[in-house]
Structures are given as C-alpha cells and as structure tokens.
Nanobody, 125 residues
C-alpha cells in the first residue's frame, strides 16, 4: 500500500502561482510513476501531468503544457506540481496518484493504483 497526501492548495488570483506537494508513505515511493489529476465541480476527473518513476520522462495535458511543471524528489518521497499563470479554469480539486511499480506515465486515471484525498485550488479575483 502507498498512502498519498496532497498539500499546498488554496486561493490565488489569476496569473498567480501555487506549488502542490504530494507526500507518499508506506511502500517504497521511488518505483512508482506519479500523476496529478484534477476535477472541477460538476466535471469529470481529468489528467494534468505525470512523471515516470525515474523522473526521466514527463507528460502534460495540453491545457497546462508550458504553465505547469511536475517534478519528484525520491529521497523525500514527494512529488510536486508547480503551477504558474493560473487561470479561473484551473479551479479544481487536485489529486495525486501512484502507478507502478516501474511504470511509464499515463493520462488514464484507471491505470493508477493509489490516490490521495485531494487539495482544493481556487483561482479567483
């Protein structure tokens, strides 16, 4: 089992930045590919970003490409999502997820094995 806990969400003005963190505990973190997904009110959960277990490969949804950056620190058992140039349409609950072990990245939620509880991000003036 892998337990995931997100943090770093909050209220930010349009154009602002936030960095989300996802701390893992339980099984060894390093072999798992990690993903960030988001779900806006009344909408389906959608893929945002993912990173391979080694950190050597990342992928992004078109809607966040160039604004969001996913990274990981295997020594700290933590994955990050740096979000810049935030817009109101980025408002959602953000979830981190683990897939593995030794998996590649995936944009499909059903391919992830473990999920956190989510952290709310609200972009509003």
């Amino acid at each position: 089992q892998v337990q995931l806990e997100e943090s770093g969400g909050g209220l930010v003005q349009p154009g602002g930045s936030l960095r989300l963190s996802c701390a893992a505990s339980g099984r060894a973190f390093s072999p798992f590919a990690m993903g960030w997904f988001r779900q806006a009110l009344g909408k389906e959960r959608e893929f945002a970003a993912a990173i391979k277990w080694s950190g050597s490969s990342t992928s992004y949804a078109d809607s966040v490409e160039g604004r969001f950056t996913i990274s990981r620190d295997n020594d700290k058992n933590t994955v990050y999502l740096q979000m810049n140039s935030l817009q109101p349409e980025d408002t959602a609950v953000y979830y981190c997820a683990a897939r593995g072990p030794y998996s590649s990245t995936s944009q499909y939620a059903h391919e992830y094995d473990y999920w956190g509880q989510g952290t709310q991000v609200t972009v509003s003036s």
